[in-house]
T-cell receptor, first 113, second 114 residues
């Protein structure tokens, strides 16, 4: 079983809808949680970065971390066709592991006009 | 500010041939990473450099893969000989330091082994 699990999708939503993405993980040492967006034939780009549990909001994006459940979420409000991409969650333990990232497999999102 | 630069963007080779990928990180970034991304999967770390020192190469298949980062700036990843299963995207990323969580990725090199 992989350390980080993510539903591959695809997730198809109409423009303006809320997109809900999530990952589960098994390594309790993970403390830093990230969401990356990857467009086709491009490298991943960082969207959100969260330390430990709690919520973080940035514009239309909200990231939530529940360490007790080993579950993280990303919500995209008022979704736009330009949000169509693959979303990757990533985690690291920090400390002696530095910022070695362990990624989920990615969820493909399609926002239809 | 220029991002992480990788070349070539695409490479097609016959199996058993050698291949090399080049990465130029963001200026001032001491930490450099090479990742492998298979189709439909997330990136997996191959090797991490702190300046010119490889500090984590536990996932690098050393029988056929090698990497170097001379002078602590540019880096080259080599495969010799390539196998069919090496077809994937090879991503380079950089960050200011090991303690900083933000990694910036390049566009990747898409390798096809025939």
């Amino acid at each position: 079983q992989k350390e980080v699990e993510q539903d591959p999708g695809p997730l198809s939503v109409p423009e303006g809808a809320i997109v809900s993405l999530n990952c589960t993980y098994s390594n309790s040492a993970f403390q830093y949680f990230m969401w990356y967006r990857q467009y086709s034939r491009k490298g991943p780009e960082l969207l959100m970065y969260t330390y430990s549990s709690g919520n973080k909001e940035d514009g239309r994006f909200t990231a939530q971390v529940d360490k007790s459940s080993k579950y993280i979420s990303l919500f995209i409000r008022d979704s736009q066709p330009s949000d169509s991409a693959t979303y990757l969650c990533a985690m690291s333990a920090g400390g002696t592991a530095g910022n070695k990232l362990t990624f989920g497999g990615g969820t493909r999102v399609l926002v239809k006009p | 500010e220029a991002g992480v630069v990788q070349s070539p963007r695409y490479k097609i080779i016959e199996k058993k041939q050698p291949v090399a990928f080049w990465c130029n990180p963001i200026s001032g970034h001491n930490t450099l990473y090479w990742y492998l991304q298979n189709l439909g999967q997330g990136p997996e770390l191959l090797i991490r450099y702190e300046n010119e020192e490889a500090v984590d190469d536990s996932q690098l298949p050393k029988d056929r893969f090698s990497a170097e980062r001379l002078k602590g700036v540019d880096s080259t990843l080599k495969i010799q000989p390539a196998e069919l299963g090496d077809s994937a995207v090879y991503l380079c990323a950089s960050s200011l330091s090991r303690a900083t969580g933000t990694q910036y990725f390049g566009p990747g090199t898409r390798l096809t082994v025939l």
